[in-house]
């Protein structure tokens, strides 16, 4: 079956704009979390979505947010970009929230903020 | 924490040699490791886990080690293959699915 999928794979946007990163998830899978990963901070736990409800939040500002949708498709906002959210953005899916269902990783969108 | 460093540990081996990978955990209430490994250009790949009730679990050509002792998690990989190079990441899973990752370390497999 297809593994998850990231849209778009690079992007490139100036200070202060918004972007809008999107994430299938595998088909049947109903949790998507997402992840941000930098040189600096490693792999860093955004939020997660189930039954299109955030369930959990990273440590991040109020100018990251995300959605869900009714077929378990998510995608993530980023407004008034800044240089440091400059990074690998990764989303992964898993058939549940919690317990030991294994999360499968997409292979990330590469933003970089001009 | 989840604070990581700039520069990532580097492990070489040669290949056919054996490969042990380190890390340590912060939080002594998690019950759930996984380890992930991550090539140039991909999202992270589960390789293996093992939960706090365990102390080893073995895969196919791998290995994991649990010491709730000292919070330490480590992964063995027997025969080690050029394809094995890569980033490898220690997890522990919080609450839901939130996973809180390790720093880091980089795979170089000499041929």
């Known amino acids: 079956k297809a593994g998850v999928t990231q849209t778009p794979r690079y992007l490139i946007k100036t200070r202060g704009q918004q972007v809008t990163l999107s994430c299938s998830p595998i088909s049947g899978h109903r949790s998507v979390s997402w992840y941000q990963q930098t040189p600096g901070q490693g792999l860093q736990f955004l939020f997660e979505y189930f039954s299109e409800t955030q369930r959990n939040k990273g440590n991040f500002p109020g100018r990251f947010s995300g959605r869900q949708f009714s077929n378990s498709r998510s995608e993530m906002n980023v407004s008034t970009l800044e240089l440091g959210d400059s990074a690998l953005y990764l989303c992964?899916?898993?058939?549940?929230?919690?317990?030991?269902?294994?999360?499968?990783f997409g292979p990330g969108t590469r933003l970089t903020v001009t | 924490g989840e604070s990581v460093g700039l520069h990532l540990p580097t492990l070489s081996v040669q290949e056919g040699d054996n490969s042990i990978i380190n890390c340590a955990y912060s939080n002594s209430a998690s019950d759930y490791f996984i380890w992930y490994k991550q090539e140039s250009g991909k999202g992270p790949q589960f390789i293996i886990d093992?939960?706090?009730?365990?102390d080893k679990r073995q895969g196919q050509r791998v290995t994991v080690l649990l010491n709730k002792t000292v919070k330490h998690l480590s992964l063995q990989i027997a025969a080690t293959q050029p394809g094995d190079s890569a980033v490898y990441f220690c997890a522990e899973k919080e609450y839901g699915n939130k996973l809180v990752f390790g720093a880091g370390t980089i795979l170089r497999v000499k041929s």
């Open positions: 992964a899916s898993s058939l549940s929230p919690g317990g030991v269902d294994e999360q499968y």
């Open positions: 093992i939960r706090s009730n365990m």
